[in-house]
């Protein structure tokens, strides 16, 4: 009866727990909320698992593995914050986040989704020219409009590497009708090591580069990661060895976390 049900945490824990409720003496009442209680938990733990597999994170990058100490620009306090999701996510707020190649950004933004996923907010995380690709072959099948549709289920899709959309994927303008769609009514996160000002070979033309710019910035919060390669300066720290200046000097100061 309880696999017709589809209770299955019920059905591995009953026995267990009715034997445990004759011994003490637990009321009726008792056992049936336990018994449900359970049920209810795991179901969400399955749920959050299933959203994990989907949101295709990228693995190990999370908010405690972040150093904050090495981009200043961004406050610890500020991205916890954003990690809970609930107001901007309601509202359909974007994250913008710039900076040169090696500065953190596809780091943050998975380990904000991550974050998400465990607050039980639905996250994609995906390459912006491998989207902007399947997107295209949803166009020339006419199935772009459901393409999009089916990506409405993703509180936040995350774009990774906007600026390095190709001229020939900018031609058919299928990133500036994701960023229409999701206007106003769903997040995005997006990261560039190019400032909007070099946007011209991601779309079209320059009014279509207007507009998506317009409507992204709207409402939106943007971090501006402008700190040296993570890498190179871990690969410096490493030949300086012990002894030397604490490697950020210059940032801690203006960091309140
Ligand atoms: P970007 O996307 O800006 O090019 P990445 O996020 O790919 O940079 O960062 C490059 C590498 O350095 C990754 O392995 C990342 O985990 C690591 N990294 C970058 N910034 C930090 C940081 N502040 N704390 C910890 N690791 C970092
Ligand atoms: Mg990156």
């Known amino acids: 009866m309880l696999n017709e049900l589809r209770l299955p945490a019920i059905k591995t824990m009953w ?3 009715s034997q445990r409720a004759d011994k003490e003496g637990w009321p009726a009442a008792r056992l049936l909320t336990t018994l449900a209680e359970h049920e209810l938990a795991e179901r969400h733990r399955r749920r959050i698992e299933r959203h994990l597999a989907e949101a295709r994170l990228l693995p190990g990058k999370t908010i405690d593995t972040f150093e904050f100490e090495a981009v200043p620009m961004v406050s610890k306090a500020h991205v916890m914050a954003l990690a809970e999701g609930n107001e901007w996510l309601e509202n359909a707020n974007n994250l913008l986040l710039f900076g040169p190649p090696g500065g953190g950004k596809s ?5 904000i989704g991550l974050a998400l996923v465990e607050n039980g907010w639905r996250v994609l995380f995906a390459r912006t020219t491998d989207l902007v690709q399947k997107l295209q072959i949803a166009r020339r099948e006419l199935t772009l409009q459901a393409a999009l549709n089916r990506l409405d289920r993703f509180h936040l899709l995350i774009l990774d590497d ?8 900018a031609e058919t303008s299928v990133l500036f009708e994701l960023i229409g769609a999701r206007y ?8 560039a090591n190019q400032p909007f000002g070099e946007w011209e070979k991601v779309f079209p033309d320059p009014a279509m580069t207007l507009a998506a710019v317009d409507r992204l910035v709207h409402h939106a919060t943007i971090f501006e ?3 040296e390669s993570y890498r190179r300066r871990q690969a410096i720290d490493k030949k300086q060895g012990p002894g030397r200046p604490p490697k950020y000097a ?3 100061k203006t960091n309140p976390d």
Not at 107 to 111: G, R, T, Y
Not at 164 to 169: E, G, I
Not at 184 to 191: A, H, K, N, Q, V
């Open 15 to 17: 026995p267990q727990f």
């Open 107 to 111: 780091h943050l933004a998975s380990a």
């Open 162 to 169: 906007l600026a390095y959309v190709t001229k020939d994927q």
């Open 184 to 191: 106003e009514r769903r997040s995005m996160l997006i990261t």
């Open 225 to 227: 990661m402008n700190v």
């Open 250 to 252: 210059t940032a801690a």
